[in-house]
């Protein structure tokens, strides 16, 4: 006998990567499980819900940080599996069977990862309260039990919303509060969206990003990284697992399976660590200035001789402060600091391995796989298709 085929509604905003990922997450169980489910969803991805509650379908999956689609969903009739962020109590769960992103385990996950580079000075770049973002005041939440649970004293900034009119405004608070910070304080952004507000700021002020501030966001975006000047460390949410388990979930109740309400919290996926927290704890300001030179311009094919330009000072006492602070000589850090580039454009972008090589500064291809090779004992086409979080 043919199992029914089903209607399914998937309410949610396509232009964010969390959503993507959810609906992308949806169609890994659709093929695993081989239902036969019709999916409605806009033809350009995006959420419209004027008139959506005449036609539901079957069942729905749906955004529920969204309110205005919590409230329209209220009344349905037909089953609902709401995905969305988690709360610390649980009476402030809508009345439906739920998939969350653990906003508490988000946190920890950042915050870990600052603690573990070293650092013992922690902020955090939110949201307003008026936004109506309530992931966001649960991230902020988080953030300062976190903090207090260790003794640490929590900063928080949580800015305004940006707008083209008021864009200029927002940028310039956000630059006094970051002038503010003490010096190597790690700043966990609620999003990566609000992680490049952070990135751009620290650049019109000169202030050397990792090296002064680390900065790390939530989402891994792959247009925030694109974005910004500085690669950015940041917390991959397991949102496919949420819609996996949101349609498995779904398809229980379509098949008549008699369920209490379900709560099912996700853990995210693993910190994707980049350029922004590549802290090393390092005292001296001249080799701190010289370590930012070399960071933004190896690449073009600076020598040791530019950087004592930059620094001023002669270099047998740079090299001498450089072997104190990191036990590497200027030029080896030249060096390391283009291979690392050449890996993190490997990785991350879908340029030519020949493309990489030249924005990396090396002057020819063979040559760049003969230091890449002895570098990581593998080669660029090896390692791009071992490591590569690009999809060709």
């Not at 010096?183 to 992680?195: F, L, N």
């Amino acid at each position: 006998m043919f199992e029914k085929r089903y209607r399914i509604t998937l309410l949610f905003n396509a232009n964010k990567v969390y959503d993507r990922q959810v609906i992308e997450g949806v169609g890994e169980y659709l093929q695993a499980s081989q239902c036969d489910w019709d999916i409605f969803i806009e033809d350009d991805f995006r959420c419209r819900i004027n008139r959506i509650e005449e036609w539901l379908g079957d069942g729905v999956i749906a955004d529920y940080d969204d309110n205005e689609i919590e409230q329209l969903l209220s009344e349905a009739r037909v089953p609902v599996v709401g995905v969305g962020g988690s709360y610390q109590h649980a009476e402030e769960y809508p009345p439906v069977h739920y998939i969350a992103t653990d906003n508490h385990a988000l946190v920890a996950s950042a915050f870990l990862h600052l603690k573990e580079k070293g650092l013992n000075r922690f902020a955090f770049y939110g949201l307003p309260a008026s936004s109506g973002k309530r992931w966001s005041q649960e991230r902020e939440q988080a953030f300062r039990k976190l903090t207090a649970d260790e003794y640490y004293q929590p900063i928080v900034y949580q800015g305004v919303e940006t707008a083209v009119d008021n864009w200029q405004h927002a940028q310039n608070r956000l630059a006094d509060w970051l002038q503010s910070l003490p010096p190597q304080t790690g700043i966990i952004a609620v999003t990566d969206a609000r992680a490049r507000h952070l990135l751009q700021v620290c650049e019109h002020l000169n202030i050397a990003v990792p090296e002064k501030l680390c900065v790390i966001g939530i989402d891994n975006e792959e247009l925030a990284r694109c974005l910004s000047r500085v690669a950015l460390s940041s917390v991959a949410q397991g949102t496919r697992q949420m819609g996996y388990q949101a349609a498995k979930l779904l398809h229980q109740l379509l098949n008549k399976s008699r369920l209490p309400l379900q709560r099912i919290l996700v853990p995210p996926l693993k910190v994707m660590e980049r350029r922004s927290t590549d802290f090393r704890s390092l005292r001296d300001p001249a080799v701190i200035q010289a370590m930012h030179y070399i960071r933004y311009h190896a690449c073009k094919g600076i020598k040791v001789e530019q950087v004592l330009d930059v620094v001023g000072m002669s270099r047998s006492n740079l090299e001498k402060r450089f072997k104190d602070e990191t036990s590497k000589t200027i030029h080896n850090v030249i060096h390391e600091e283009k291979l690392e580039s050449a890996r993190n454009l490997l990785i991350s972008t879908s340029l030519t391995i020949n493309e990489v090589s030249q924005m990396c500064g090396y002057p020819s291809l063979q040559y760049f796989y003969s230091v890449f090779k002895k570098g990581f004992d593998i080669t660029p086409k090896d390692y791009r298709e071992k490591y590569g979080e690009m999809s060709y």
